[in-house]
């Protein structure tokens, strides 16, 4: 079992930055990517970023530029950064882990609200 815990959420100013971290508990091991999400009022869950073991990373159009994903492999740690953060990013992001090998497995986190208003 995988559990994550998410943190860092918050208000911010339109322009501004903010970092959310997403630990990792339990059987976590082997290749696996840690993924970010978010969902806005009345809209559907979207990718906001993936990351590999490998460190490859992946991000839509709407967030390039201006959010970077990282982790820490050693211990199971992964990172957000936000930065010219817009209205419309306003949502609640969620971790994501996907194992692949050894074992499959997919799982969430609770979410953390983050709201962009001045």
């Known amino acids: 079992q995988v559990e994550l815990a998410e943190s860092g959420g918050g208000l911010v100013q339109p322009g501004g930055s903010l970092s959310l971290s997403c630990a990792a508990y339990g059987r976590i091991e082997g290749v696996y990517v840690m993924g970010w999400y978010r969902q806005a009022p009345g809209k559907e869950r979207e990718l906001v970023a993936t990351?590999?073991?490998?460190?490859?990373?992946n991000y839509p159009d709407s967030v390039k530029g201006r959010f970077t994903v990282s982790r820490d492999n050693a211990k199971n740690v992964g990172y957000l950064h936000m930065n010219s953060l817009k209205p419309e990013d306003t949502a609640v992001y969620y971790c994501n882990v996907q194992l692949l090998f050894p074992r499959s497995g997919n799982y969430w986190g609770q979410g953390t609200q983050v709201t962009v208003s001045s």
């Open positions: 990351i590999t073991s490998g460190g490859g990373t």
